[in-house]
């Protein structure tokens, strides 16, 4: 049984980020890999050790707030599980928070979990739009899409990066990279959601949450034609 | 001067075939910036602006209807042109060539973003603040930074009064500190009709003035309904005017409307469908009875009233009604599946997404609307997508268990309309995203009036 938690629904839901755990759902399902769904709120307890997949989204300035105070709380337990394996799906704010810190335009220094090494910058204006990105995933390159809407630049200061923009900002609109990788843990500032539209992702991070299990086992085939086609359009669009 | 201007480029835009309702208010204001506050001031600030997320439209234009059936000449931006040149383009309308302005009030709806701007010009004697959703993202930045952004043009005016839906907390965050006599109106009581998923996209959550967490006695939709807060006591606040025992007719909604201020009770009927409508009533009534305008001629506009483009418009194909529904946010999407639900006959449901920079360029919202109630019901015989974004809408029904054999993308709206024209179903539900509206209504009037022309043939024969 591979257990999905989902971090602050009712908080962090903007920009249908949802849609990443439906996918994560829906594509071990029509695998029959058995798979259960744990939503967790602010204070509620979780024991992170029984967790398979986890996601943590991104949420307006108020709500972002409220879940970095409760996540500090858990910030050892969540440390822990991450250095032991546990796979993390972390988008836009979410992402922000796995970092050291987040400074605001007039200096002020919000501190991070410190999980990863990254640090984001406020910036004046928002980065916004569609973006296609390359990604490599077991030695293989796959094109990824998403829309970004970030106003911080995240630096990414020796962690790992998800990928290289092909077109669009990224992290900082500078060094051509998006998203960060650390272990199993998987940053990015796509929304879109990312999942959908991209099932060699989001089938790399079932494979992961398996072996970790102990379950080596090669993914069913699926019938990815609409999936293929929202790329698609995507993809026609920028490149 | 501007004026003047302002009318030429009407004309030139009717004559290209334009529908003219934004540029000559943007030539207007171009040649003379001041001319808004100017006209405006014409009306000695007989002014109410309609501003909020969803039925921005649907109120102005009741509260328009209104004002016109008890006798007053209104300046009106009823084609929902709602940015400041829209507003602009409405006075020049409405003037004549030396700019001069023989009207008795201005009704507008004005758009969330623009409203600061727009209250820059005109000092209004009421605001009209419906609800706050989520909508179109990339161009406003974050929700709460548009209300913060209204909250502080509010402070900004003066002796207006403001009309505020108490049943959302998020409205509440401008009308709770501010000094401004407030009316407010809302549903009192939790109406059976009403269904509330706990999945659902709930926008505020929190309190207004302490930020604790906002506890529920119950929902209308959304964060729609009666709240408090357990942190500081803060709670909905009492309504001027309330609707009682609203009900969902076949085709309409009728209720009991409490008008606290003058102590009496009237009832209304509206045959427009969908129950977030009663909001945009309610809003009406308030700003009528502010206005000392008789009940039987609120009534009577309100029953009379016919949704405009999309606002459930209704189609018919012989024996098939066909509904069109304009849909911007997760809020209003959820609305219409609720209506959709709500309706017994067999349906093909028509979707139709663009990704204009009118409709908002990031389309990932549709993520967030509850497609899953509609995936094993047998009613619902196809789904056929269309517009820009097709692809995209077929991916989610089909993540939200839809069967993939139900689901049709195809990309060209005026082949899929009269697709979705001529399915078996008996009833045809379209949702088409802002510019994907215009297109739709204009192929499915062409569609509907051919077949009624073959139809008589037939009979002639």
């Known amino acids: 049984m591979i257990t999905v938690c989902h971090m602050y629904p009712d908080l962090l839901n903007l920009y249908g980020d949802r849609g990443n755990v439906i996918a994560f759902l829906k594509r071990c399902m029509w695998r029959n890999i058995p798979v259960n769904l744990v939503e967790v709120g602010l204070g509620e307890s979780i024991d992170f050790e029984k967790i398979d997949f986890l996601f943590l989204g991104g949420g307006s300035d108020t709500e972002q707030n409220l879940i970095a105070r409760d996540l500090m709380k858990r910030k050892k337990l969540l440390s822990q599980a991450v250095e032991n394996g546990l796979v993390v799906l972390a988008i836009c704010g979410g992402y922000q928070l796995l970092g050291r810190y987040y400074r605001t335009l007039d200096g002020k220094e919000i501190p991070g979990l410190s999980i990863m090494n990254h640090y984001t910058v406020a910036g004046k204006n928002r980065l916004t739009g569609n973006v296609a990105v390359e990604i490599e995933l077991d030695g293989k390159k796959h094109k990824i899409v998403g829309f970004e809407n970030h106003a911080g630049r995240t630096f990414l200061d020796g962690v790992k990066p998800l990928s290289k923009i092909l077109s669009g900002f990224g992290n900082n609109a500078k060094d051509g990279t998006e998203g960060a990788v650390y272990k199993n843990v998987f940053c990015s500032y796509l929304h879109g959601p990312i999942l959908p539209k991209n099932p060699e992702l989001t089938d790399h991070l079932i494979k992961l949450a398996l072996e970790r299990k102990g379950i080596q086992q090669e993914l069913l085939p699926l019938n990815d034609q609409f999936e293929k086609q929202a790329k698609e359009y995507i993809l026609s669009k920028l490149l | 001067m501007a004026v003047l201007f302002g009318k030429l480029v009407f004309r030139l835009s009717k004559m290209l075939g334009y529908k003219g309702s934004s540029l000559p208010g943007m030539v207007a204001l171009k040649i003379y910036p001041g001319f808004l506050s100017q006209i405006s001031k014409k009306l000695d600030r007989r002014i109410v602006l309609v501003t909020g997320t969803n039925g921005k439209t649907t109120t102005n234009n009741i509260i328009a209807s209104i004002m016109r059936a008890s006798g007053y000449k209104i300046v009106c931006n009823a084609e929902g042109a709602n940015m400041i040149n829209g507003i602009a383009a409405a006075f020049i309308l409405a003037a004549d060539f030396k700019g001069n302005l023989n009207h008795d009030y201005a009704v507008l709806e004005v758009d969330e973003a623009s409203f600061p701007h727009v209250t820059k010009y005109l000092n209004p004697e009421f605001v009209v603040i419906n609800n706050f959703f989520r909508d179109q993202l990339d161009r406003y930045g974050e929700l709460d930074k548009t209300i913060l952004f209204i909250k502080d043009a509010v402070k900004k005016l003066e002796d207006t009064v403001l009309i505020a839906n108490a049943d959302d907390p998020l409205v509440m965050r401008i009308t709770a500190f501010s000094k401004h006599k407030t009316v407010y109106y809302g549903v009192l009581t939790k109406s059976e009709e009403q269904f509330v998923k706990a999945k659902e996209t709930k926008e505020a959550r929190f309190c207004p003035v302490c930020g604790s967490k906002l506890i529920y006695d119950f929902y209308h939709y959304s964060q729609l309904g009666d709240y408090k807060c357990e942190g500081c006591g803060f709670k909905r606040p009492d309504l001027d005017i309330c609707a009682l025992e609203v009900k969902l007719l076949d085709g309409g909604i009728c209720s009991k409307v409490c008008d606290r201020i003058h102590k009496m009770e009237f009832e209304i009927k509206l045959n427009i469908k969908g129950f977030y ?185």
């Open chain 2, 277 to 461: 409508n009663i909001y945009n009533a309610l809003a009406a009534c308030a700003f009528s009875r502010l206005k000392a305008i008789d009940v039987p001629i609120i009534q009577k506009a309100l029953f009379e009233y016919k949704p405009v483009a999309g606002r459930l418009e209704v189609f018919y194909n012989d024996e098939k009604e066909i509904l069109l529904n304009l849909v911007k946010n997760p809020t209003g999407f959820n609305e219409g599946i609720k209506t959709l639900g709500s309706i017994e006959k067999t349906k093909d449901v028509f979707i139709a997404i663009n990704d204009n920079h009118a409709d908002g360029i990031d389309i990932s919202w549709l993520w967030d609307v509850d497609f899953e109630f509609l995936a094993d019901r047998g009613d619902v015989l196809s789904f056929i997508c269309s517009g820009k974004r097709s692809e995209e809408m077929a991916l989610r029904l089909k993540y939200a268990g839809v069967p993939v054999e139900k689901i049709k993308i195809i990309k060209n709206m005026r082949e899929a309309v009269a697709v979705v024209v001529n399915e078996k179903a008996k009833n045809a539900y379209l949702f088409a995203t802002y510019t994907a509206l215009w297109p739709v209504q204009r192929y499915l009037k062409a569609i509907l009036k051919s077949s009624e022309k073959e139809q008589r043939a037939c009979k002639m024969k």
